[in-house]
């Protein structure tokens, strides 16, 4: 305390020589306000003289307690950032290895993908190529088949067909007989006919001849 006086003496010496010397010239007038704020000063001068290192040694600790709970907490903020700066890191790998992982199986269910695709092509050219040799096979036999037919009825057919015109050579050539006797009946009608009537016309004439005759002979006599 006596200490802190003798540093403070100046101080304390300058207080009091100015309020002396405001007091003699009637500036500080001294009523209720005044007398309240000089209890005042001097109630925080005592204390700042008698309770100045304790209230220093409490403001300095708190200081310092406040400073330590500032240091931890900076300290902890800067270990939860390293932390989250770790997760973040952690999170950038994983989103990376995620990004391979995916290209790797894009890659993989492209190339399986075209890999079926091409199996599928494969299944149905095959299948086609099957059917469509099964389709040639069954043209081929249905083809031999019709052939076999088409041969028997065509065989029938012209069977019928020289059947039918030997039975019509037959009726034609009877057709023709018969009219070429009916024909040869005719020319020998008329050939008898013709003779027998050229016979009666020569017999005709002859009896006019003798008809002729005798009656020249008749007038002769």
């Known amino acids: ?19 002396v010397v405001l007091s003699s010239k009637n500036i500080l007038i001294y009523n209720e306000e005044l007398l309240i704020a000089l209890s005042f000063l001097a ?10 290192d304790a209230i220093a040694e409490t403001f300095q600790t708190r200081a310092t307690h406040i400073q330590d709970e500032l240091q931890a907490f900076f300290h902890t903020k800067e270990t939860m950032l390293k932390e989250v700066k770790h997760h973040i890191q952690l999170q950038q ?3 990376q290895s995620v990004m391979a992982l995916g290209a790797i199986v894009l890659v993989n269910v492209e190339t399986i993908h075209t890999q079926r695709a091409q199996a599928v092509r494969n299944t149905v050219q095959t299948q086609a190529v099957t059917q469509l040799q099964n389709m040639i096979t069954q043209q081929h036999a249905l083809q031999a088949h019709l052939h076999t037919v088409t041969c028997h009825a065509y065989k029938h057919v012209m069977l019928d067909a020289m059947l039918l015109q030997k039975k019509t050579m037959q009726t034609l050539c009877m057709q023709n007989a018969l009219e070429l006797i009916g024909t040869m009946k005719r020319k020998d009608t008329a050939q008898k006919t013709s003779f027998s009537t050229t016979a009666e016309q020569t017999s005709q004439s002859k009896a006019k001849k003798a008809t002729v005759s005798k009656t020249q002979k008749t007038k002769k006599k």
């Open 93 to 95: 790998k994983i989103a």
């Open 43 to 52: 109630f925080i001068v005592t204390s700042a003289s008698t309770m100045g």
């Open 1 to 19: 305390m006596i200490q802190s006086l003798r540093q403070n003496f100046m101080y304390i010496l300058a207080g009091t020589l100015l309020f």
